[in-house]
């Protein structure tokens, strides 16, 4: 049914422009050979004028040179020379006087009717018309007969145009061409429209089974030879492009999952700081200890607004991931506030933290790096079951270092510790096995990486690797 359908399309298409085309380029020709017959007939009569008028002006000439003796003399004259210029010009000629009454008629039949073109000439001016003439088309062409001060008469030409009768023949040729032209359209069309039609249905069974989730294949089709092979190889490289794109589709359904697991991540340390340091102002007594607590929770708070503006923000530019933010800190700084804000929980899982990290300043989105070490050391706390934790940085390269005194990660987990949603056996609930993978991204996208090393009962190192130092010149670095 799509091959018939689509084979009429195309003809009937094919038909709609043709046709129009044909009936224009046809109407042209006849109209502009139409028009070069009239202007060569024109051309003929006023050449023939001049001599017409010279010498109708010279036989006048003879009868004085005032005006009256030579009207007296063309009324005596006219038939004489209407017939003598008719013989001349091989067409019909009248002599006109001054009110356009005709005073000579090379014939006898009935004359025309004077029109504007008489007129005209009898007031001095060469004219014609186009008329027709005992059911013909004709030119009446007429030029003054005057003397040195006015004009006495007029000649007037009717010539009937014989040779527009080609033009009709013309036409009927033309039009003869067009409809052979319509015939073979037709039929050409048709022939190639049905080639045309049979790969177009097999190209389209072809996508209904991409649409289905089914490999699809062309079958080759008799007649098409290497066009074939072409659209083949076309067709291949649209379900490759195809299969590509869905699969940077699915990349980046992933990453959106990935960001918003980071994000409750990101949601999670500040609230939790936020519920602690609330728990512990209720114990409080000293105005000092609660203004401390009352700080730390607006921090949290802070932190966790600036958080939801990100989200918000990369929502609303409909981005899977944050654009990082650079900018010179003191690492020390952001290691006591990362342990400020966790205090709570380490009271209540009554573990002791330390932090000795030296006076480094490093090149950071330092927004980015409280989020890797607060998943290191959440991690640390829900799973390792460790009593101590301490902070301590290194050089060359600049590293921070979070070690536990937990009961360690097995080797065969250790390989997996950095893959998303991997949560090692016995691990305790809670944990989503995205912390260590986020951090670990993080660290890889500023040029930096992360490592683990641990081993049961001996607890656990995390080191986090800073990159190169990239930014303002070291005279523009705050100290």
Known sequence: MIRKVLKNRIVRTNLIVLVPILLLLTSAAVSSIYGQLRRSNVELLTSESYNSQVYVMEQLAAGGPDSQSQRELLVTVAPYLSKNLANTVKTRVQILDGQGRVLGDSSLTRAAEPTGDVWSAVGGVKAYSFIRFYGKPAISFSSPIYNNTETVGAIRYLYQQDNLQAV??????????????????????????????????????????????????????????????????AFDTMQETNRRALQELNGEKEKQNLFFNSATHQLKTPLTSIIGYSEIIQRMTEKEDVVTSARYIEAAGKSLLETVENIISISRYNKAEYDPDPSWFQLDDLCRECSALLLPRLERSNIVLNSRCGDIQVYFDRQRLKE?????LDNCILHSGCTQISVSSATWPVRLIIEDNGKGIAPQQLERVFEPFYRPAGAARGGSGLGLAICKTIMQAHGGDARVESSQGRGTRTTLIFGEETGPPPERRRL
């Open 372 to 376: 890797a070490i607060f998943n290191v």
């Open 168 to 233: 009709s023949a013309i036409a009927l040729i033309l039009v003869g061409v067009c409809l052979a032209a319509v015939v073979i359209t037709y039929v050409v069309s048709s022939y190639m429209a049905r080639g045309i039609a049979e790969p177009v249905a097999a190209i389209r069974d072809a996508l209904q089974d991409v649409s289905q989730g089914r490999d699809a294949h062309l079958v080759p089709l008799l007649g098409f030879g290497d066009d074939f092979e072409e659209m083949q190889e």
